[in-house]
């Protein structure tokens, strides 16, 4: 593996005009509309053969072939350029991004289901395409990085593909209001925003995948192992609210860092997208709304990520409390 993307996604997917970068407006607008709605051709029940290759025809047809080297990047002034600059994500949004592709592929390349494989596959490759967007726009706005940590296999293929899995579902939910906000407020650049609106909504498709392969997986699992799998996904939810708390970051020696970055922003970001202040129970309702139009196109028999979205909806009756 891996098998390239030529080979992943045949025509007619429209694939090698969009790679060439000869697209016109139309053809963009039209794989944009495609990213956004797919439905089933035939029943499925969850955690069946048609389930899995349902998943895998919503993955492969809502594919968008844009190319990160003919993204426009608008010029900023300098007020908008500093306030990108600034924002502390840039080092962990690459990082993250690597880790993700490596993590995907190597679980395509243990899986023993070939249809999953290759959806997998493909969620590995645009994870690396990703990367390949903030590079280039790291590059356009002369904001510097770190030197990259060398990005490791994974001996334990199925923890790291949860891990990634579950992180994306939680940043995800949290990213769509954010970028919402932004959009808004137009604290950023209106041509901006809209240059990241694919990888946004790639996103969604991403976690959409996770959550369809998930239910998949627990029914395949043989009835002795689903203790251990379940007791797997708990540890997963346990070690992503360490990490969140910030406990991993304070075991890197305290070295300091030539830019503080914040491994929590699509969670208390919004003053970083925004120069409106904007409650906690605004921007989860924020949230909630981008979370349910992102999804709404998708045929409603594929599952949704559920967790962070149901925390959310119990929590904002609280908020709006608070804030009264």
């Given at each position: 593996?891996?098998?390239?993307?030529?080979?992943?996604?045949?025509?007619?997917?429209?694939?090698?005009?969009?790679?060439?970068?000869?697209?016109?407006?139309?053809?963009?607008?039209?794989?944009?509309?495609?990213?956004?709605?797919?439905?089933?051709?035939?029943?499925?029940?969850?955690?069946?053969?048609?389930?899995?290759?349902?998943?895998?025809?919503?993955?492969?047809?809502?594919?968008?072939?844009?190319?990160?080297?003919?993204?426009?990047?608008?010029?900023?002034d300098?007020?908008?350029?500093?306030?990108?600059?600034?924002?502390?994500?840039?080092?962990?949004?690459?990082?993250?991004?690597?880790?993700?592709?490596?993590?995907?592929?190597?679980?395509?390349?243990?899986?023993?289901?070939?249809?999953?494989?290759?959806?997998?596959?493909?969620?590995?490759?645009?994870?690396?395409?990703?990367?390949?967007?903030?590079?280039?726009?790291?590059?356009?706005y002369?904001?510097?990085?770190?030197?990259?940590?060398?990005?490791?296999?994974?001996?334990?293929?199925?923890?790291?593909?949860?891990?990634t899995?579950?992180?994306?579902?939680?940043?995800?939910?949290?990213?769509?209001?954010?970028?919402?906000?932004?959009?808004?407020?137009?604290?950023?650049?209106?041509?901006?925003?809209?240059?990241?609106?694919?990888?946004?909504?790639?996103e969604a498709?991403?976690?959409?995948?996770?959550?369809?392969?998930?239910?998949?997986?627990r029914?395949?699992?043989?009835?002795?192992?689903?203790?251990?799998?379940?007791?797997?996904?708990?540890?997963?939810?346990?070690?992503?609210?360490?990490?969140?708390?910030?406990?991993a970051?304070?075991m890197?020696?305290?070295k300091?860092?030539?830019?503080?970055?914040?491994?929590?922003?699509?969670?208390?970001?919004?003053?970083?997208?925004?120069?409106?202040?904007?409650?906690?129970?605004?921007?989860?309702?924020?949230?909630?709304?981008?979370?349910?139009r992102?999804?709404?196109?998708?045929?409603?028999?594929?599952?949704?990520?559920t967790?962070?979205?149901?925390?959310?909806?119990?929590?904002?009756?609280?908020?709006?409390?608070?804030?009264?």
């Amino acid at each position: 593996m891996s098998a390239t993307i030529e080979e992943l996604l045949p025509p007619p997917f429209g694939l090698a005009l969009a790679l060439r970068g000869e697209a016109d407006e139309a053809t963009i607008a039209a794989a944009d509309a495609r990213a956004r709605h797919w439905q089933a051709d035939a029943p499925f029940a969850i955690g069946s053969d048609a389930h899995r290759d349902a998943c895998w025809a919503m993955f492969r047809d809502t594919f968008n072939p844009y190319k990160p080297s003919i993204i426009d990047w608008p010029k900023l002034d300098a007020q908008a350029r500093e306030r990108l600059i600034n924002l502390p994500i840039w080092d962990i949004a690459v990082q993250t991004e690597g880790k993700a592709r490596l993590r995907m592929l190597s679980y395509a390349r243990a899986s023993a289901d070939r249809v999953w494989g290759k959806a997998v596959e493909l969620n590995g490759w645009e994870e690396g395409r990703h990367k390949v967007v903030l590079s280039h726009l790291v590059a356009a706005y002369g904001i510097a990085l770190e030197k990259e940590p060398p990005y490791i296999e994974p001996r334990d293929t199925e923890w790291a593909y949860l891990v990634t899995g579950f992180s994306e579902c939680i940043d995800s939910f949290f990213a769509f209001g954010l970028f919402e906000l932004a959009r808004r407020s137009a604290f950023f650049p209106p041509e901006l925003v809209e240059t990241f609106e694919p990888v946004i909504q790639e996103e969604a498709r991403h976690i959409l995948l996770f959550a369809n392969w998930l239910a998949w997986h627990r029914r395949h699992i043989p009835w002795w192992r689903r203790p251990w799998f379940e007791l797997r996904v708990l540890g997963v939810w346990a070690f992503l609210a360490w990490e969140r708390m910030g406990i991993a970051r304070g075991m890197d020696g305290g070295k300091p860092k030539p830019r503080a970055q914040d491994n929590n922003f699509t969670i208390t970001g919004s003053r970083a997208v925004s120069d409106v202040d904007v409650s906690a129970a605004e921007l989860m309702a924020i949230c909630l709304a981008e979370n349910d139009r992102r999804f709404a196109g998708y045929d409603r028999r594929l599952l949704r990520p559920t967790t962070t979205p149901t925390l959310a909806r119990l929590m904002l009756p609280l908020l709006r409390w608070v804030k009264k």
